[in-house]
DNA sequence: ATGTCC
């Protein structure tokens, strides 16, 4: 494949073929290097760059790697009049993200208490793949999370004013109801509040460095200070959905997928009742995700009010993964509308951006990128160069290696956890094979991946948290 | 990621 360097950092794979742009690759040569022997991410985004409607380059960030049609770690904006959306760009979980809540507590007050608090949150959010929610709902509550998201959870008495206001969009975007499938609010209204499986996890973190002093401080990150960090999605809701459209689409354009280079790639043009139907169940389902966070913060608060006496848990963000969003950007000198593709990426809007909280809006929107597990996670601030080079937008974690087969002939749970307990990290696990999936090595060096992010400026180090416990599915 | 196969 011809690909050449632009830049440190930036990789240019030329227009060719079916392709109607450029693909760029954002990594440093190692991390390329890896996604180069894994053999098909490269192919992923050049197959995405043949997108109609595709502005400037498809692009995979320093984490990218194999998903599914689309690279994770991938970005593609579209233009908002014709071009498309594809369900394989945003993923099966709609709206999977990541928020960290900030405590007024330092390691100090938790430290000796680590196994009560990691066995409270066990018990209090349901894990793994069974059923349960830590908020209650019946099926009209559920139309009222789908439309309305934590606007729905606030007004029910789940979520405080400044839970709105520090989450991406407020947590709320136009989602339609009656476009997600009964299949999908049935299995959604019993996980309201439920972790999930596979990468998913709730830890608690200790802030170990800070690297902007003033950022950190505008976010409320202290050196020491305890927070926990929240990696979720919208459940057996968002799969549903995007399963259901996939098939959907599949049916309504049947030539089309017989003329893609892969039918995972099965898009519909925007405007098309199929893609209307699409973006108003995507966004329902993002406003689940964003219930099913708010919905665990709340768990968290119950574990800490329990245990230390306070409910100063306070949210400084909440950002998608794994979503599509209408936006204005500049491309050839002119500000246009388009859809922006996001799977496996993280928004990373600058300072001044109009659509960041007031509270933020002078440093950057933070950007939350968890490690894996028992390893650190970091807080950066969107960067400078992120609008010019990346849609806005940096990598979104460490990046798997392994598959999780591998992984799980590669590792024993035991022995990860007694290494981990070894290390001051409680782990507690609902599967032994879900702690074997995660493994630390079976993902990219999260230090890495960040770097790139800061040289490149579209994501910036404010600080870095190390683990104190993890509750896992 | 996912009631990891309606």
């Not at 401080?217 to 999605?233: C, P």
């Not at 950007?329 to 960041?356: N, S, W």
Request: charged share 25%; net charge negative; proline share 4%.
């Amino acid at each position: 494949m011809d690909l050449t360097e632009l830049t440190e950092n930036v990789y240019e794979i030329p227009q060719e073929g079916e392709m109607r742009a450029p693909a760029r690759v954002f990594a440093s040569e190692p991390l390329l290097r890896k996604m180069q022997e894994e053999g098909r991410t490269l192919g992923q985004i050049r197959n995405v760059a043949a997108l109609p409607g595709i502005q400037k380059y498809s692009l995979v960030l320093p984490d990218g790697h194999l998903g599914y049609g689309f690279p994770i770690g991938g970005v593609a904006a579209v233009s908002a009049e014709d071009g498309v959306v594809s369900p394989g760009g945003i993923g099966f979980d709609i709206n999977c993200g990541v928020r960290v809540l900030r405590t007024d507590l330092d390691y100090a007050d938790v430290e000796g208490h680590e196994q009560e608090l990691v066995e409270r949150l066990y018990d209090l959010v349901p894990c793994g793949l069974g059923k349960g929610g830590y908020v209650d709902v019946d099926r009209e509550d559920l139309d009222g999370i789908l439309e309305d998201g934590i606007e729905w959870m606030a007004q029910a008495g789940h979520a405080r004013p400044a839970d709105l206001a520090h989450c991406e969009e407020e947590g709320r975007l136009d989602g339609d109801p009656d476009a997600v499938p009964d299949d999908a609010k049935r299995r959604g209204v019993k996980q309201v509040g439920s972790l999930g499986s596979g990468n998913h996890f709730l830890e608690v973190q200790r802030v170990a460095d800070i690297y902007d002093d003033e950022t950190a401080e505008a976010y409320g990150l202290r050196e020491d200070g305890v927070v926990v960090m929240i990696h979720s999605g919208s459940r057996g809701l968002g799969h549903q959905v995007c399963q259901d459209y996939i098939r959907r689409f599949e049916k309504t354009y049947p030539d089309l997928v017989d003329s893609l280079p892969d039918r995972q790639l099965v898009y519909a043009p925007l405007g098309d009742q199929a893609a209307e139907d699409y973006l108003g169940a995507m966004n329902a389902a993002a406003n689940f995700a964003w219930a099913n966070r708010q919905a665990m913060t709340q768990a968290v608060r119950e574990a800490f009010l329990d245990l230390f006496g306070t409910d100063d848990v306070e949210l400084v963000y909440d950002v998608c993964h794994n979503v599509a969003k209408e936006e204005t950007h500049e491309v050839d000198g002119e500000q246009r509308e388009v859809l922006v593709h996001r799977k496996g990426a993280t928004r990373a809007f600058p300072a001044g951006h109009p659509e960041i909280p007031g509270a933020y809006r002078d440093v950057g929107q933070p950007v939350l990128l968890p490690g894996s597990m028992g390893t650190h996670s970091y807080v950066l601030a969107g960067g400078e160069r992120s609008m010019d080079l990346t849609f806005g937008s940096t990598a979104h974690g460490a990046g798997r290696l392994k598959s999780r087969t591998q992984a799980k002939k590669d590792y024993e749970a035991g022995d990860l956890q007694q290494r981990l307990r070894s290390e001051g990290v409680y782990v507690k696990a609902r599967s032994g094979e879900t702690v074997a999936e995660e493994a630390p090595g079976a993902y990219k060096d999260v230090d890495e991946v960040v770097r790139v992010s800061d040289a490149l400026g579209i994501g910036t180090k404010v600080a870095r948290m190390r683990p104190i416990a993890n509750v896992k599915g």
